[in-house]
Each structure stands twice: as structure tokens, then as C-alpha cells.
């Protein structure tokens, strides 16, 4: 039988295509998702872009999530993951601490970082989330996440020597998550930001390195002030 000898029911039989399994469906959604939250932002992505965007209609995607919320929180799980995980297997193949944080919160990084269609964006994004009712828990947990991660990281460091050992590891990670969370006011008020970024992510590191890896010495006996 030829093509044109073909009825519709044939041709319509030959143009079937492989139904995707689940979990590849779920993942393929929820990778288009992280593309348009970190385009968007929440309140203003869409789920019908979403599903055009792995061919499939709307109600493919709450059969799959449930509800727009519900895809964003899997969405922040997801990128928290990919983050802490890229920060963790750097540390496993042997690089010290201090340089993988070195290189994540160098200022250039970080401005590639939170900019739109990047998983800091996305940070940012649900930072601003934080008192939503629907959305304030996954807000907070995802944060909490990226500083267990964080101090698991700055520990691991202390055992290897690397950072210094009289600070909380948890208390420093928030720290560094703090300072994260105000480059939007630096960026929108700093003067000479590119400067000062550089030399608040400076000092910063400095602060968490041994006496012997760069802390402010101690001053000569002559450069001290009287009486100490």
C-alpha cells in the first residue's frame, strides 16, 4: 500500500507517538518550570507557558503537580538541590573550602547568579515570598537547606583545617546567606558597587580563615596602641 493509498485511520496510526513515562514526564515539566520561574518569577509565570513549553496542556501539568504553588515549591526543591549538590561534589574531589567559596561568591559570579533565567533569580524570588501564606514555608525551607548545606561545607573545612575552628559553622552560613541577600539594596544604593562588592566578599572570606590564612595580624608591638 502506498502513502496515498493510505485511509486516515493508517495514517493517523503511523503518526502515534511513545507516551512518556511518568517520571520523565514529571521531570521534563518541572525542568521547563525552573526555566520560567527563574524568567518570571512567581506571581508572574504562567502555567500555560509551562506546558507549551514541554508540549503538553495545562492539565497534563496539574495532573502532575497539582497547582501552580505546588510546582513552584517542587521547583525551589529542585534548584536548592542542584546548587548545594554542585558545592558538595566540588568539595569531594578535594578542593578546599575556601576556594569553592572563593569562586560561588565572587562578585561577578554572583551578579550571573540572581540575574533573570539563573537559579539565584529564583533565590531572590522566593526570598519575597517569605510571608505568603501559601508559599512562606517553602520559602523558608529552601533557605534553610541552602545553610545546612553551607555549614556542612564551612565543618568540613574546619576538619581539614581550612577555616577557622572557633566559629559556629550554622552561624556563619547564615551570615554569608545574609550577605547574599543584601546585594538588591547594595546594588540599588552602593556607591562605586563593583569596588565594594569585591571588598565586602573579601573580607568576608578572610573572616572565616585561620590566624595563619589571612585574618588582620596582630600588630607589631610598636604599632600598638598605649597601654596594650
Given at each position: 500500500?502506498?502513502?496515498?493509498?493510505?485511509?486516515?485511520?493508517?495514517?493517523?496510526?503511523?503518526?502515534?507517538?511513545?507516551?512518556?513515562?511518568?517520571?520523565?514526564?514529571?521531570?521534563?515539566?518541572?525542568?521547563?518550570?525552573?526555566?520560567?520561574?527563574?524568567?518570571?518569577?512567581?506571581?508572574?509565570?504562567?502555567?500555560?507557558?509551562?506546558?507549551?513549553?514541554?508540549?503538553?496542556?495545562?492539565?497534563?501539568?496539574?495532573?502532575?503537580?497539582?497547582?501552580?504553588?505546588?510546582?513552584?515549591?517542587?521547583?525551589?526543591?529542585?534548584?536548592?538541590?542542584?546548587?548545594?549538590?554542585?558545592?558538595?561534589?566540588?568539595?569531594?574531589?578535594?578542593?578546599?573550602?575556601?576556594?569553592?567559596?572563593?569562586?560561588?561568591?565572587?562578585?561577578?559570579?554572583?551578579?550571573?547568579?540572581?540575574?533573570?533565567?539563573?537559579?539565584?533569580?529564583?533565590?531572590?524570588?522566593?526570598?519575597?515570598?517569605?510571608?505568603?501564606?501559601?508559599?512562606?514555608?517553602?520559602?523558608?525551607?529552601?533557605?534553610?537547606?541552602?545553610?545546612?548545606?553551607?555549614?556542612?561545607?564551612?565543618?568540613?573545612?574546619?576538619?581539614?583545617?581550612?577555616?577557622?575552628?572557633?566559629?559556629?559553622?550554622?552561624?556563619?552560613?547564615?551570615?554569608l546567606i545574609s550577605l547574599l541577600a543584601g546585594r538588591p539594596l547594595?546594588?540599588?544604593?552602593?556607591?562605586?558597587?563593583?569596588?565594594?562588592?569585591?571588598?565586602?566578599?573579601?573580607?568576608?572570606?578572610?573572616?572565616?580563615?585561620?590566624?595563619?590564612?589571612?585574618?588582620?595580624?596582630?600588630?607589631?608591638?610598636?604599632?600598638?596602641?598605649?597601654?596594650?
Open positions: 500500500m502506498t502513502d496515498a493509498e493510505k485511509t486516515p485511520a493508517h495514517q493517523g496510526k503511523a503518526r502515534t507517538r511513545t507516551r512518556m513515562p511518568a517520571a520523565e514526564r514529571r521531570a521534563s515539566i518541572l525542568t521547563a518550570a525552573t526555566e520560567v520561574f527563574s524568567e518570571t518569577g512567581y506571581e508572574r509565570g504562567k502555567v500555560s507557558d509551562i506546558a507549551r513549553r514541554v508540549g503538553v496542556t495545562e492539565p497534563v501539568v496539574f495532573q502532575n503537580f497539582g497547582s501552580k504553588s505546588a510546582l513552584y515549591q517542587a521547583t525551589l526543591d529542585h534548584v536548592t538541590t542542584a546548587v548545594t549538590t554542585l558545592l558538595t561534589e566540588a568539595a569531594d574531589s578535594g578542593r578546599p573550602v575556601p576556594d569553592i567559596l572563593a569562586a560561588f561568591l565572587d562578585p561577578a559570579h554572583m551578579d550571573r547568579f540572581h540575574q533573570r533565567g539563573a537559579h539565584g533569580f529564583l533565590f531572590a524570588d522566593a526570598a519575597a515570598l517569605a510571608h505568603d501564606p501559601a508559599l512562606g514555608e517553602a520559602a523558608r525551607h529552601i533557605h534553610q537547606h541552602f545553610a545546612e548545606a553551607l555549614a556542612g561545607l564551612l565543618h568540613r573545612g574546619q576538619l581539614a583545617g581550612d577555616i577557622r575552628g572557633d566559629i559556629s559553622p550554622r552561624t556563619a552560613a547564615w551570615w547594595r546594588g540599588a544604593v552602593m556607591p562605586d558597587r563593583a569596588v565594594m562588592e569585591a571588598e565586602l566578599t573579601d573580607m568576608a572570606l578572610r573572616s572565616l580563615l585561620p590566624s595563619s590564612g589571612g585574618l588582620t595580624p596582630e600588630p607589631a608591638a610598636g604599632d600598638r596602641p598605649p597601654g596594650t
